[in-house]
């Protein structure tokens, strides 16, 4: 299995970005995918994720309402749209992808097998 995160860049305040994380070697329909952050000094963040199937979203406090995470089973693609960012989203943004975790551990790193390279996400004020 590999991921291909994309979409990074140099945003100002309240623009938009839109990452893709194109997975290769397994059927992603059987799989979870999420988005994870990460700032130098701290530790793996949530941010969003998305079920298998499509029907089922998790977002983080800090980004609902103003991210979305989709997914294409076709394409073997999972997108996280970023509205209205902020200078504190400034984060590399990784995706991960594994077996469907439960709810109660969806917001883990330690639920995801795979990671991608991650890109970097910079939000200037």
């Known amino acids: 299995v590999q991921l291909q995160a994309s979409g990074g860049g140099l945003v100002e305040t309240g623009g938009s970005l839109r990452l893709s994380c194109a997975a290769s070697?397994?059927?992603?329909?059987?799989?979870?995918t999420a988005w994870f952050r990460q700032t130098p000094g701290k530790g793996r963040e949530f941010v969003a994720g998305i079920r298998g199937t499509g029907t089922t979203t998790y977002y983080a406090d800090s980004v609902r309402g103003r991210f979305t995470v989709s997914r294409d089973n076709a394409e073997n693609t999972v997108y996280l749209q970023m509205n209205g960012l902020k200078p504190e989203d400034t984060a590399v943004y990784y995706c991960?992808?594994?077996?469907?975790?439960?709810?109660?551990?969806?917001?883990?790193?330690?639920?995801?097998?795979?990671w991608g390279q991650g890109t970097l996400v910079t939000v200037s004020s």
């Open positions: 991960a992808t594994g077996p469907n975790p439960i709810t109660s551990a969806f917001r883990s790193a330690s639920m995801y097998n795979y």
């Open positions: 070697g397994r059927p992603s329909s059987r799989y979870a």
